[in-house]
Nanobody, 126 residues
Framework: QAQLAESGGGLVQAGGSLRLSCAAL????????MGWFRQAPGQEREFVAA????????YYGDAMKGRFTISRDHAKNTLYLQMNSLQPEDTAIYYC???????????????????WGQGTQVTVSS
């Protein structure tokens, strides 16, 4: 059974940065579409960023463009999310996801992914 383990969340002041990591166990970052979603209290789940399965394309939510960068290290089988210029509205639980058969039109749809991590809390203070 594959597992995803996030780390790197925490408390940061507005304007600060954090880097989240997602270690993948039992699946390869080379052959899965992988990405991040987030969910704030009382709000719907939101797409953050993702790599296509082939890794040739990256996708970002509109609110993240220019501030967040997704990357991965195949040697470490780990996905990353570098978050800069954080704002209080970025406060949420951030989830790592992986999907074998995710197609481009579904890249922003959480239901398309097979595996979800437990999540890591990011809190941005004003």
């Amino acid at each position: 059974q594959a597992q995803l383990a996030e780390s790197g969340g925490g408390l940061v002041q507005a304007g600060g940065s954090l880097r989240l990591s997602c270690a993948a166990l039992g699946l390869s970052t080379r052959t899965y579409a992988m990405g991040w979603f987030r969910q704030a209290p009382g709000q719907e789940r939101e797409f953050v960023a993702a790599f296509s399965r082939t890794g040739g394309y990256t996708y970002y939510g509109d609110a993240m463009k220019g501030r967040f960068t997704i990357s991965r290290d195949h040697a470490k089988n780990t996905l990353y999310l570098q978050m800069n210029s954080l704002q209080p509205e970025d406060t949420a639980i951030y989830y790592c996801v992986a999907g074998r058969g995710v197609i481009t039109s579904s890249i922003r749809n959480g239901a398309a992914y097979d595996y979800w991590g437990q999540g890591t809390q990011v809190t941005v203070s004003s």
